[in-house]
């Protein structure tokens, strides 16, 4: 589904990424860990397109598409999704304004007409209970006043709205409490089937224990240094990133 | 030959007809504004209140005025259905600056909405008494000087008016047209009403209007006077706007470009009596090398009162954009509540904008704040809105529109402010002008 070949990108002139190589098939679940700084989030911002970002070396198909050729708007409809790790906040703008041109222009790529009043206003009710996001907040500006944890929710419903294929979770997990973490984990795993794909940035396990990943990855100074199963999760919880760093320093 | 000398020449060749065509109480007051005129000129850019709009500039066009009140051969009503969906009005035409034939005239006792001609017939001692009583500057003088006739609105004691009075103005003109209208608002003790004037065009030709409000709230009265221009490039505007308060009274005014040539609002709010009330707020939308241009004073003459104001503007194109809001608080007026603030939003790049709030307070216990911002789109929530599919022309609108639609929340008729969120949004989706015609009829 998702292929990054020798991608090598850099924000403000400083080389962030330094050569990632990356395979995703439909139905898994990737984890991407590593320390601050170490380039997860910039993956996943150049994954989507992010104009802050320059792509300097290397490519990344979706479906045998070239996807650094596409605007950011034709990645999320050709099925990819980021949950923000910050989600931002517009002011004046309804949810339901938002999430209503979101589901429009989707259609559109499609060659579909627009969604009726009536079936939107159906579909952001089921979609609402499925993550068990408040119906008012719907009715609220995008993001303003939310409650961290009510923007983390609010990212996972507008991610059922669309029903990506690719979900990139960018630190959904951060600053939930441990009733959100499952609920917004909860939500995530209704939405999988077996022909959606994730990659999950985390730094802890409990994230793990929900959402139960196929391979992990550990990214140091803008490469993916360990590619293993779930296990490497466990250990880097216990014993933390060291080891590994001084295992790639003698290399 | 000076911008303000043709006019004066124009008065004194003119005067028997200029005269003929109006009343002997409004006629009484152009003697004074000649004088005026004379000695003081017009204002120049080195006043402070026009810095950045050249009067003389827009008064220069050798202007066409119809001062022998020739009938228009056409019936507003019948081209332009101005109407707000799910709310009651009574709609008053005025044609270039003739109050239309077709109108129905009120005058119930309890409510008077007709030509000022007419109403120094029936209540002579009503117009003098209010009739041009607010100082103004030289743009409002010259329309004092040169108007012949206007509407009268006049709500007695204690009544309440159910329906929206709406004033529907038209520039009209086979050439190149000067208008000069004149509005008078009296809300005796306790009254209420909602006024929507509205600016319309039903020219090709370059036209200009200059425009004088004056209202009088008396004790308790109520006034909501919403002011909605959608007119062509080709009109101007130079509109002075006084408003006077006394105690308990309360003002909801709002001002709203959408589409013109230059346009200039001068507006004045005196708030004379303690308890009085006032909220207002502005927006404009402006796009190519247009020039908008607000000026407000309020002073607060009286303790305990309130002013609100906030004006925001979205500018495009090479358009300019000038704000000015001064808010003067007296030593008497203690314990006044004054907030002010002016967004804007430059959206391109060689759109500007002049800001300039204003507090000057001789009382010592009040509580004021004011401020300005000047800005761009947010990158950052763009992006957010084209990660979920959202292209950055529809992120743009729907940006836009939200911080236009913040100034819109202030009205509190829900049918008006839905009529008037829908303009802007069509507004912003269809650009400037695109529908020709009047666009409250929803056509």
């Avoid at chain 1, 590593?34 to 911002?45: C, F, H, Q, V």
């Avoid at chain 1, 429009?104 to 499609?110: F, M, P, S």
């Avoid at chain 2, 407000?296 to 090479?318: F, M, W």
């Avoid at chain 2, 010592?364 to 000047?374: F, L, P």
Wanted: hydrophobic share 40%; charged share 20%; glycine share 8%.
């Amino acid at each position: 589904m998702l292929e990054i070949h020798d991608l090598h990108a850099s924000v403000e002139g400083k080389e962030i990424l330094k050569g990632i190589n990356l395979c995703v098939k439909e139905g898994e679940v990737h984890v991407l860990m590593g320390p601050n700084g170490s380039g997860k989030s910039t993956l996943s911002n150049v994954i989507v397109g992010n104009p802050q970002y320059t792509v300097t070396a290397g490519t990344i198909t979706f479906n045998g598409k070239d996807l650094l050729a596409m605007p950011p708007e034709d990645r999320s409809h050709e099925g990819i999704f980021m949950s923000y790790q910050q989600p931002v906040e517009i002011p004046g703008v309804s949810m339901n304004n938002f999430m209503r041109a979101a589901v429009n222009a989707k259609r559109k790529y499609q060659g579909l007409p627009p969604i009726s009043g009536g079936d939107f206003l159906k579909l952001v009710k089921e979609k609402r209970e499925m993550v068990g996001l408040d119906a008012g907040l719907t009715r609220r500006s995008v993001n303003e006043g939310f409650s961290g944890g009510e923007k983390k929710r609010n990212e996972i419903f507008q991610m059922a709205m669309l029903e990506p294929q690719l979900a990139i979770l960018d630190e959904t997990d951060s600053g939930l409490d441990v009733d959100a973490l499952r609920i917004v984990a909860e939500g995530f795993n209704r939405l999988r089937t077996p022909h959606t794909a994730a990659i999950c940035i985390t730094h802890y396990q409990r994230m793990l224990d929900y959402i139960r990943p196929d391979i992990v990855h550990v990214m140091l100074d803008g490469r993916i240094v360990r590619t293993s199963g779930p296990d490497l999760a466990y250990r880097i919880e216990s014993e933390g990133f060291d080891w590994l760093k001084e295992e790639n320093s003698q290399i | 030959m000076s911008s303000l000398q043709q006019y004066i020449d124009l008065y004194r060749q003119q005067q028997p007809l200029l005269t003929k065509g109006s009343h002997p109480l409004i006629n009484a007051h152009r003697a004074a504004a000649l004088q005026f005129l004379e000695a003081c000129g017009l204002p120049t850019r080195k006043d402070e209140r026009y810095k950045y709009t050249d009067v003389a500039a827009v008064l220069e066009p050798d202007f066409g005025l119809n001062l022998s009140r020739l009938s228009l051969q056409f019936d507003p009503r019948q081209t332009y259905r101005c109407r707000v969906p799910g709310l009651g009005s009574s709609v008053h035409y005025v044609v270039g600056d003739s109050v239309a034939e077709s109108n129905v005239l009120i005058d119930d006792g309890s409510l008077f909405v007709g030509p000022m001609v007419e109403f120094a017939q029936r209540y002579p001692d009503i117009l003098r008494a209010y009739y041009n009583k607010v100082e103004g500057d030289s743009l409002a003088v010259l329309n004092t000087l040169l108007v012949q006739d206007g509407l009268v609105i006049r709500v007695a004691e204690g009544h309440k008016v159910a329906d929206l009075l709406q004033i529907v103005n038209l520039s009209v003109g086979s050439v190149p047209m000067l208008a000069n209208r004149r509005q008078l608002i009296i809300m005796e003790r306790g009254a209420e009403a909602s006024i929507l004037n509205c600016n319309h065009s039903a020219t090709r030709c370059d036209n200009l209007a200059t425009e004088v409000v004056e209202a009088f709230l008396t004790e308790g009265s109520h006034l909501q006077y919403y002011s909605v221009e959608e007119t062509t490039a080709n009109c101007n505007l130079l509109n002075t706007t006084n408003f006077v308060q006394q105690k308990d009274s309360h003002l909801d005014y709002a001002s709203i470009t959408l589409n013109s040539g230059l346009s200039r609002r001068t507006v004045n709010i005196a708030l004379e009596g303690s308890h009085a009330q006032t909220a207002v707020s502005g927006l404009v939308l402006a796009n190519d090398n247009r020039h908008i241009d607000n000026n407000l004073l309020v002073v607060h003459n009286a303790p305990l009162c309130s002013s609100d104001i906030l004006y925001k503007y979205v500018l495009d194109g090479s358009s300019t954009g000038a704000f000015a809001g001064k808010v003067l608080v007296n030593a008497q007026a203690q314990k006044t509540d004054s907030q002010e603030t002016n967004a804007n939003l430059c959206v391109s790049p060689s759109a500007r904008m002049f800001t300039q709030p204003m507090l000057e307070i001789y009382a010592d216990d009040v509580k004021c704040n004011h401020g300005s911002t000047v800005g761009q789109l947010d990158d950052t929530a763009l992006f957010y809105m084209a990660q979920r599919g959202i292209t950055p022309e529809e992120g743009r609108l729907l940006l836009q529109q939200a911080f236009a639609w913040d100034v819109l929340q202030r009205i509190d008729l829900l049918p008006l402010r839905q009529r008037l969120m829908h303009m802007v949004e069509e507004r912003f989706r269809r650009g400037a002008g695109a529908c020709g015609d009047c666009v409250m009829c929803g056509a």
